[in-house]
């Protein structure tokens, strides 16, 4: 007997061997629609002398960054992320607000879904961004390391599938963080030896940098060049170890999009109040012509009891671009304006803010992945 296929077999062999000839001849971009990539990035763990209010200390970084590397996901993509540790402290990273799902050992709380990566050990972690689109971030996840070990997490929507609001013209990363002048090893430690709270932050920061409010730190000011008329991302990220922030820019209205990875109703805020852990994305519309101006962008926190904090305030500038045929507009002295934020114990602002805060489920933005039987109940 012959060893030959029913010919619908061949048939249907045939075809499945001239797609995965197409699929080779056309790579992702082209062809496959939901096409889900796995992303490669490699973090090393290493101390970097870092200068800021005055004086230089000795920080744990990843890649001597500081605030750390973005990583640039899209919705349904795998991140492989080789951690190598080469400094004293052993550590975890956690992918804060990744959901994980069936794979939490990938999750990074230190000694509850692994050990730490001891000193010169390195450890792979390799998850799935699943469901999920927007801003997350990532920090260390052992003792008090996330006070500089940290960065963005970006999760671009599926491709071809685009946000529930205006594209935006550029998409820009915020990250607010709590600055101590002492190694903060040693506030988390004295602490938890004497049994009061750890000794309060001595500066905010925006990307890094606490701004002129504080001491020897002009130079040490974000700033966001914008150009007129057009929308702008902001992925807010509250990296503070302790603080609810404020956050403001002056002259300017925010629209907020997106929180923790799920997309809201937008709604228009002067203020945005971000608690740490959480991320805010915004739209900033800017105006429609380059104002003689320079706008104050500015965080403080939100606080309703009684332990001490930090009371102070991080600012950072957002600058319009003057086209260079305007030169005396160049020249002329620019205006400053400074935003007015909420009372530090403003707790009716806190409660106003999140009763704004809804999920997209409305027949103009549908919930995503939400089961007919659900729609049917809700309706
Ligand atoms: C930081 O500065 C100290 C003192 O100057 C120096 O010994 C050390 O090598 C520096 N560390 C790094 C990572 O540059
Ligand atoms: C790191 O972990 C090892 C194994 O648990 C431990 O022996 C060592 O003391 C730890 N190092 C630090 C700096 O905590
Ligand atoms: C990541 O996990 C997937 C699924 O378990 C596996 O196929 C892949 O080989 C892993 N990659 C690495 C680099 O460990
Ligand atoms: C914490 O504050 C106390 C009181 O001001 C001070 O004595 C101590 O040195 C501080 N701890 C650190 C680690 O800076
Ligand atoms: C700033 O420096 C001045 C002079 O050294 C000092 O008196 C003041 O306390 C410092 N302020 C802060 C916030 O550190
Ligand atoms: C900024 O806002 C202030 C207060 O509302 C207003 O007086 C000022 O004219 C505004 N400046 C610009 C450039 O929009
Ligand atoms: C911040 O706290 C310090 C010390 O408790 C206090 O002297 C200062 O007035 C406070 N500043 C603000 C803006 O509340
Ligand atoms: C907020 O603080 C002020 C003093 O700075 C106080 O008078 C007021 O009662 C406080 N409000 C609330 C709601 O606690
Ligand atoms: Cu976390």
Request: charged share 15%; proline share 7%.
């Amino acid at each position: 007997m012959g060893f030959s296929l029913p010919s619908s077999i061949a048939f249907s062999m045939a075809i499945f061997f001239a797609v995965c000839a197409f699929l080779c001849m056309f790579p992702e971009p082209a062809f496959a629609k939901h096409a889900r990539f796995t992303r490669h990035y490699k973090f090393n763990i290493k101390l970097q002398n870092v200068t800021r209010l005055c004086q230089t200390k000795s920080i744990v970084t990843v890649n001597g960054q500081f605030p750390g590397p973005r990583i640039i996901a899209r919705e349904g993509d795998r991140l492989v992320i080789k951690v190598v540790n080469h400094v004293q402290h052993n550590l975890t990273l956690h992918w804060h607000g990744v959901r994980q799902m069936r794979s939490g050992w990938a999750d990074g709380p230190a000694y509850i879904t692994q050990c730490p990566i001891q000193t010169g050990q390195s450890y792979v972690y390799n998850f799935t961004i699943t469901g999920q689109r927007g801003t997350l971030f990532w920090h260390a996840h052992i003792s008090w390391l996330r006070a500089t070990v940290y960065g963005p997490i970006v999760i671009l929507p599926k491709r071809h599938v685009p946000y529930p609001f205006p594209q935006p013209f550029k998409e820009v990363p915020i990250i607010f963080g709590e600055w101590w002048k002492a190694d903060t090893e040693t506030v988390i430690s004295q602490a938890l030896q004497t049994g009061l709270g750890p000794n309060v932050s001595d500066a905010y920061t925006i990307n890094g940098l606490p701004g002129p409010l504080y001491n020897c730190s002009a130079k040490d000011t974000y700033k966001l060049k914008v150009k007129p008329r057009r929308t702008y991302l902001l992925r807010l990220i509250n990296a503070a170890l302790n603080d609810e922030l404020f956050f403001s820019i002056s002259n300017h209205t925010l629209t907020v999009v997106e929180a923790d990875a799920v997309y809201v109703k937008p709604f228009k805020t002067q203020t945005v109040l971000i608690t740490p852990g959480q991320t805010t994305n915004v739209l900033l519309r800017t105006k429609s012509k380059s104002p003689n101006a320079k706008f104050v962008m500015a965080a403080r926190p939100y606080v309703s009891g009684p332990a001490a904090f930090d009371n102070s305030t991080t600012t950072g500038l957002l600058e319009y671009e003057v086209a260079s045929s305007s030169t005396n507009n160049k020249n002329k002295k620019k205006q400053l304006f400074t935003p007015v934020l909420p009372k530090l114990n403003d707790t009716l602002f806190s409660m106003n803010y999140h009763k704004k805060i809804l999920s997209l489920a409305n027949p103009k933005f549908p919930a995503a992945n939400v089961p007919k039987t659900v729609h049917i109940q809700l309706l």
